[in-house]
């Protein structure tokens, strides 16, 4: 029996989340196994009515299971950045979820906008530093204008002569990103043992040639880490390169380990090639602790309610969480059962079908408790 945490969120999130459920019941039905869920209420609703994002409670209650189910975040009625920041980036940061891991595979009878590629030129992982870089929180800003009656005036008075007199050049603004050697060796090694277990391929990304500072110690770590893994042949790409590369040569790639601003970049695209943000599954990984799985896709406020999201990136990452927990068996299932129900053509509007959320959903629930 396994006791998850379920986090629906907002928009779209619940919808998905609980065909994600169904799956992963139906799982445990064919692999003898039970789920006992446990739901939180975290999202904007909440936030709206209370002022809060995820209390304390609920973190020490979180820290108790091994994976948490996670929807997706953001609301139109919140300032943007509030529950991203608050919600989603807080529960990365406190659990210390640093590996963030993205399967960019394109499954069988999925259509990618690369022309003359196929599944078995599109099968690769990303593996995401999660918890430094650009996303540690460290900036400030100075010498911002303030909205004094002073210089509201000399604003409308500016504005009325078309003169430049009272200048905002001065303002300042930073953000610093951070690297430390043991971030990176945690998340650089955790990449090598995935390569090891692939086809023995690891690609770092870096900025090193004009971020030197942090990146040059990426790299530095990242040479040293090579040392203890000479069965994986390993390359250097540039951020702005790997882009190209992802497009043109996407079958040169096996594992690709990158720090976190890159890593959110690079893993929109590849989202693309493997055929659309419905598809991409994320797993946000503490090896020791609380991991956390969701689509990587938004909540898309505008699809609420209306049964045409689509479930597949939700349900894959509900198989990402059954390898997570041990279960390889249902996790490959699941995979199976998501092309299945793409070849039959159960698929939602975003994917040219018709089928609605919960139709899609039980499909592909019904194809694994049946394994066929
Ligand atoms: C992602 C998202 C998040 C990120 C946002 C919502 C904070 O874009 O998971 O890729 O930047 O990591
Ligand atoms: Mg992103």
């Keep these: 029996m396994y006791k998850i945490a379920a986090i629906g969120g907002d928009g ?18 064919r692999f003898n196994f039970d789920i006992r869920w446990a739901d939180f209420d975290i999202g904007a609703d909440r936030y709206l ?29 919140v300032r943007p950045g509030i529950l991203e920041k608050g919600i989603l980036l807080a529960l990365r ?3 210390d979820l640093y590996v963030n891991l993205r399967p960019i595979k394109l499954l069988d009878g999925v259509e990618t906008p690369l022309s003359g590629k196929g599944p078995k030129d599109i ?59 043991e971030g990176a060796r945690r998340v650089q090694t955790y990449a090598f043992d995935l390569a090891m277990q692939r086809r023995k391929k690891l690609t770092s990304v870096d900025k090193a040639n004009v971020l030197s500072d942090i990146y040059g110690l990426w790299r530095e770590v990242f040479t040293e880490t090579a040392k203890k893994y000479s069965k994986v ?111 039959d053509g159960v698929v939602t509007k975003d994917m040219g079908g018709s089928a609605s959320t919960g139709k899609a959903g039980t499909y592909i629930a019904e194809s694994v408790r049946k394994g066929k």
Excluded: C
């Excluded at 779209?12 to 065909?19: M, Q, S």
């Design 12 to 29: 779209i999130g619940p919808e998905i989340v609980a065909e994600g459920k169904k799956v992963l019941e139906a799982a445990g039905e």
């Design 93 to 95: 940061f406190h659990f």
């Design 123 to 181: 099968d690769f992982v990303v593996v995401r530093e999660n918890t430094e870089d650009f996303y540690v929180g460290i900036g400030s800003r100075f010498k911002k204008r303030q909205k004094t009656t002073l210089n509201v005036e000399r604003e409308l008075y500016s504005v009325k002569f078309g003169l430049d007199i009272e200048s905002d050049a001065e303002e300042i603004a930073y953000q610093i990103g951070v690297i430390t050697r």
């Design 233 to 343: 042949t390993t390359e250097f790409t540039f951020v702005d390169a790997i882009t190209m590369w992802f497009v043109k040569n996407p079958e040169w790639f096996d594992v690709v380990v990158t720090p976190n601003m890159f890593g959110d970049i690079i893993t929109d695209l590849g989202a693309m090639i493997q055929g659309g943000l419905g598809l991409a599954p994320g797993a946000n990984i503490n090896p020791k602790g609380t991991s956390m799985f969701e689509p990587i896709h938004g909540s898309a406020p505008k699809y609420k309610g209306l049964g045409v999201a689509n479930p597949i990136a939700t349900i894959w990452a509900g198989s990402l969480l059954l390898d997570h927990i041990g279960e390889h068996k249902a996790a490959a299932a699941v995979v199976r059962a998501i092309e299945k129900s793409i070849k």
């Design 49 to 77: 009515a209370d002022g809060t994002l995820i209390p304390e409670e609920d973190l020490k209650e979180l820290k108790r299971f091994k994976a948490i189910y996670f929807g997706a975040i953001g609301d139109e009625r």
